[in-house]
């Protein structure tokens, strides 16, 4: 039996499909408050037979911060994906990412050692991955610690994987860079494709590295098919400048490029404004410092470790712009 954790969420959603089609026994844990018809709608984007596959899903109603309802999750699995996570770069939304992406994390962890798990594999980011500047970044990387809330607790949830190898639990861990992907429109890149919908005038000055959502979660299931452990992989099939990105996602929706780049100036005056919009508006908001360091860095990600892992072949990142962009528009 295999759960996955954050079963509604892209990457999670997508891994169920796959592991549906493989006809292997499968629970998902899912929030209270989630919707799992979102699944099924992201299913549809891939077989008429989707209402068969989604059938196959036994739904866990619980959370990774919640014992109670692991023990009950936990009962007979061996393997065990954890997709689960928050995504923020707000400092003010530090005590939840700590919470959900560090504590629930222990605690995945704690269980797969208590029940004996045969294998995990844990879904991080790139956000984790240390920088330089004379090389593509790789997994060698040293991390120096940074004021990106997101990048601290997702490095830090990586500690508690690595304190479950070193106890014993068979674990790999995938960093995954901008994952392009359908169904998920106001979170991710879905959310960035929305924006970029409603027009834009300015783009950002940096770049990373991009993957198509099936290439992350077909590559996490060769991992574990293979039973490769003990290690980490940069998942990034392309490195693509956010100017690119933006000009291509606005030819598939008919929209006139920006041409003005946003530099770090600009930026921060609309850290301000921003800022001014929430606090007398009372609504949340877009922008934060971390965000806006991570959208001016110009940094390239090397995909070799795993390519040569598994003689892996990317799909190509202006065909899953192109899909993606299908989608949302349908």
Not at 61 to 84: M, Q
Not at 156 to 162: D, F, I, K, L
Not at 210 to 224: A, K, N, R, T
Not at 276 to 296: E, G, H
Request: hydrophobic share 40%; charged share 25%; aromatic share 10%.
């Amino acid at each position: 039996m295999i759960l996955v954790t954050g079963g509604t969420g892209l990457v999670g959603c997508h891994l169920l499909y796959l592991l549906a089609k493989k006809n292997v026994k499968i629970k998902a844990l899912h929030r209270k408050n989630s919707k799992i018809d979102v699944v099924k709608k992201v299913f549809s984007y891939h077989s008429e037979n989707y209402e068969e596959l989604f059938k196959k899903i036994s739904w866990i109603e619980g959370d990774i911060n919640d014992i109670e309802s692991l023990s009950n999750a936990f009962k007979n699995v061996t393997e065990v994906y954890h997709c689960a996570a928050f995504i923020s770069f707000d400092s003010k939304d530090l005590n939840s990412l700590k919470k959900i992406n560090v504590e629930g994390t222990a605690n995945i962890i704690n269980f797969s050692l208590d029940n004996k798990i045969d294998k995990l594999c844990y879904v991080s980011s790139i956000a984790a991955i240390g920088e330089t500047k004379t090389k593509a970044i790789d997994e060698d990387c040293k991390w120096e610690e940074t004021a990106n809330p997101y990048s601290v607790t997702k490095y830090n949830a990586e500690m508690e994987v690595w304190r479950g190898i070193s106890e014993g639990l068979n674990a790999v861990i995938v960093n995954p860079g901008v994952i392009v992907g359908s169904g998920f429109w106001k979170r991710g890149s879905g959310a960035f494709i929305t924006q970029i919908s409603r027009g834009m005038k300015y783009y950002p000055a940096g770049s990373t590295g991009f993957i198509c959502v099936e290439d992350v979660v077909e590559i996490m299931h060769e991992l574990m098919s293979k039973s490769i452990f003990s290690k980490r992989f940069i998942l990034v099939a392309e490195n693509w400048s956010y100017k690119d990105f933006i000009t291509k996602v606005c030819s598939h929706l008919k929209l006139s490029p920006p041409i003005k780049k946003a530099g770090k100036s600009l930026m921060r005056l609309a850290l301000i404004f921003d800022i001014l919009n929430s606090w007398f508006n009372k609504k949340r908001r877009k922008l934060s410092l971390a965000s806006i360091n991570s959208s001016q860095s110009i940094n390239k990600y090397s995909n070799k470790k795993i390519k040569s892992e598994l003689d892996y072949s990317f799909k190509n990142i202006k065909k899953s712009i192109e899909e993606t962009c299908l989608n949302f528009k349908k």
